[in-house]
Nanobody, 115 residues
Framework: QLQASGGGLVQAGGSLRLSCVVS????????MFWYRQPPGKQREQVAV???????NYAGSVKGRFTVSRDSAKNTAYLQMNSLKGEDTGVYFC???????????WGPGTQVTVSS
């Protein structure tokens, strides 16, 4: 029901855009979260965009990452600019319900930033 894509290998200072395609019956009723798990570390929240477009970011990515959502495509995006080595990790998208109901997680996509 969720499929993330767009990861890869990029040099420090470069950009990547992650996409998360969501099933149509889920997208409008869920907030969209991006998490990442750096090597050997715990999963951490990177960004969130609410069902009505309110955005929030982790301090470490604020000003460099931009989260968005396109209801016509049932897709959430994470635009990552000025990438740093510490941005390396597996990135996950998640759909968390506005009200009650199940949450959905997609398989991760690897982002590797080389210095």
């Amino acid at each position: 029901q969720l499929q993330a894509s767009g990861g890869g290998l990029v040099q420090a200072g470069g950009s990547l855009r992650l996409s998360c395609v969501v099933s149509e019956n889920i997208f409008s009723s869920h907030h969209m979260f991006w998490y990442r798990q750096p090597p050997g570390k715990q999963r951490e929240q990177v960004a969130v965009i609410s069902s009505i477009g309110i955005k929030n970011y982790a301090g470490s990515v604020k000003g460099r990452f931009t989260v968005s959502r396109d209801s016509a495509k049932n897709t959430a995006y994470l635009q990552m600019n000025s990438l740093k080595g510490e941005d390396t990790g597996v990135y996950f998208c998640a759909a968390i319900p506005v009200r009650s109901g199940p949450s959905y997680w997609g398989p991760g996509t690897q982002v590797t930033v080389s210095s």
